[in-house]
Nanobody, 121 residues
Framework: QVQLVESGGGLVQPGGSLRLSCAAS????????MGWYREAPGKERELVATISSLGSTTYVDSVKGRFTISRDNAKNTVYLEMNSLKPEDTAVYYC???????????????WGKGTLVTVSL
């Protein structure tokens, strides 16, 4: 089995910064693409940022220039550095990864349980 565990969420004032981490553990052979999604109250889950196994990144327009996704393949960990946070960034942030386990030849989708980010005075 594979687990993804997020950390780093919390309450921050507008204009502030937070760094989210997501560590994957378990029967991992390799990890493909990783990403962060978020779900705000009353809204659908949206893709925030992705990073490929080779380091190519994509971002939703609303966070470009403010958020940075990165990964440490040796630690099976993905990060999301969030700067200039706005109240509209308030959401539960979920980590996603395509994981190739020791039991399969194909990648499977895994999700973390989420970490809450609240941007407010």
């Amino acid at each position: 089995q594979v687990q993804l565990v997020e950390s780093g969420g919390g309450l921050v004032q507008p204009g502030g910064s937070l760094r989210l981490s997501c560590a994957a553990s378990g029967s991992i052979r390799s990890i493909g693409g990783m990403g962060w999604y978020r779900e705000a109250p009353g809204k659908e889950r949206e893709l925030v940022a992705t990073i490929s196994s080779l380091g190519s990144t994509t971002y939703v327009d609303s966070v470009k220039g403010r958020f940075t996704i990165s990964r440490d393949n040796a630690k099976n960990t993905v990060y999301l550095e969030m700067n200039s946070l706005k109240p509209e960034d308030t959401a539960v942030y979920y980590c996603h990864a395509v994981v190739f386990t020791t039991r399969t030849y194909y990648g499977m989708d895994y999700w973390g349980k989420g970490t809450l980010v609240t941007v407010s005075l």
